[in-house]
């Protein structure tokens, strides 16, 4: 496996790559130009310059991608989690094209589109609760910064300038850009600290291996009064908001019961903070429902969402808010957000506004939730396997818990023999 993708024994036919290309790329050139001067994102080196460790692909079509020799590959997690209505879907293309034809580009500041306009009103009407004003981005880490800046110029303006802090939860990913990384697992202190100051972090509800030493809901509710004793200890009046993604990704996939955000929601609506949803993975059908929290019986203050908004056809992202949240800018008129952004709003709304309606005329989310039944059904005949400790899942967002025994639930690790034969057939 390469980035999520698996290779399949079928070749290309020469017929086959004339009529998807006017042009036959020269792959070995490609080949070592990409090696001479594009640096590639998340790759140290020695993979880079590896033999097959650098795949250039040249096309796709549905779940399918096809690189520049003629090779197929199984996309296993849609990019980066990202083109959730699949590869070659020519309406969004010509939607793009078109749109770009009439207007590329106008300044978001103190400007917008009509695509952009049209893309808020669609957003707002598909997210749940009174989630009502959009503010555009470019991207998921952007969109996570827009929510930071969002929370704590909201709680100032508020009247409360010392609520400045952001819990979030150890072993997420949120992004990373500077803030977004300082929520993140995924950082590096030695490089790029310090960060940003005034996050602190608290477990996840990891219900198969609670930090609580307890399992299943009660894990949950122990995990969420640990958010309100994190609050507490913090100061109420210091904390602008609380952030965390309704099923957690990188974390390894848990999915909370529904008392674990309804009770999160109520301890940031007695304490004054703002609960952030990072919906940036789990939006747009990929757990089920168009977005994960409604699945979980709550409205968050602010969402955030990038990924699937667009399938991947333009760069583009969003953070929406209540009513209440924005309802400050209204009272106190002569301030504006403090934030802009260059893209923010682009025209390339057009892109999103084509994959949502592909999504719901062909209620992908719902397939999102049979065929999501029928993966999981199947996983689960895996857990008799010695190495298998917990099957898990929402949608079609699952996972394969792999352990070095069921009675310590002690992860396998990436050099065990089973990780390696695992990985050698997906490669």
């Not at 850009?177 to 608290?202: D, I, K």
């Not at 990891?206 to 949950?220: K, P, T």
């Amino acid at each position: 496996m390469v980035g999520g993708t698996v290779e399949t024994t079928r070749k290309v036919t020469d017929q086959e790559r004339s009529q998807s290309t006017t042009e036959t790329p020269d792959a070995d050139g490609l080949l070592s130009t990409a090696r001479d001067h594009v640096w590639i994102h998340s790759a140290s080196w020695s993979e880079v310059a590896a033999e097959r460790g650098l795949q250039i692909f040249d096309r796709g079509d549905g779940a399918r991608l096809y690189d520049v020799e003629g090779r197929e590959f199984i996309d296993g997690i849609s990019g980066l989690w990202v083109v959730n209505a699949g590869h070659g879907r020519t309406e969004i293309a010509e939607a793009m094209g078109k749109q770009a034809a009439r207007l590329a580009y106008a300044s978001s500041a103190s400007f917008t589109t009509g695509p952009a306009v049209q893309l808020a009103d669609t957003i707002a009407e598909i997210t749940p609760g009174d989630l009502e004003r959009v503010f555009f981005c470019s991207g998921g880490s952007e969109a996570v910064e827009t929510a930071i800046k969002i929370a704590k110029q909201v709680q100032a303006m508020r009247g409360f300038p010392r609520r400045y802090k952001i819990i979030a939860r150890r072993g997420s990913y949120h992004g990373m850009t500077y803030g977004a990384m300082s929520l993140t697992a995924m950082r590096n202190e030695a490089w790029f600290g310090p960060f940003m100051y005034g996050v602190s972090y608290v477990p996840h509800p990891n219900r198969y291996r609670s930090d609580f030493g307890v399992e299943g809901e009660q894990a949950d509710i122990m995990a969420a009064r640990y958010v309100e004793q994190e609050i507490e200890n913090q100061g109420p009046e210091t904390v602008a908001a609380v952030i965390g993604e309704p099923v957690s990704t990188a974390a390894g996939l848990h999915v909370p019961s529904p008392i674990y955000w309804q009770m999160l929601r109520e301890i940031c609506d007695k304490h004054g903070v703002l609960l952030i949803a990072d919906e940036v993975i789990n939006g747009f059908g990929r757990t089920g429902t168009m977005f994960a929290t409604e699945q979980f019986g709550f409205v968050p203050d602010i969402m955030t969402m990038a990924k699937g908004l667009s399938s991947g056809y333009a760069p583009i992202a969003a953070a929406i808010v209540r009513k209440s949240v924005f309802d400050i800018f209204k009272e106190q008129e002569t301030v504006a957000m403090g934030h802009l952004l260059t893209f923010g709003g682009h025209a390339a709304a057009a892109a999103a506004l084509a994959n949502i309606a592909i999504m719901q005329r062909e209620e992908l989310a719902k397939q999102s939730a049979e065929k999501g039944s029928y993966l999981k059904a199947r996983l689960e005949e895996l857990r008799s396997h010695p190495s298998v400790g917990d099957v898990r899942g929402l949608g079609l967002m699952c996972a394969v818990d792999l352990v070095r025994s069921k009675e310590t639930r002690q992860k396998l690790g990436k050099d065990s023999k089973f990780t390696k034969y695992f990985n050698d057939q997906l490669t």
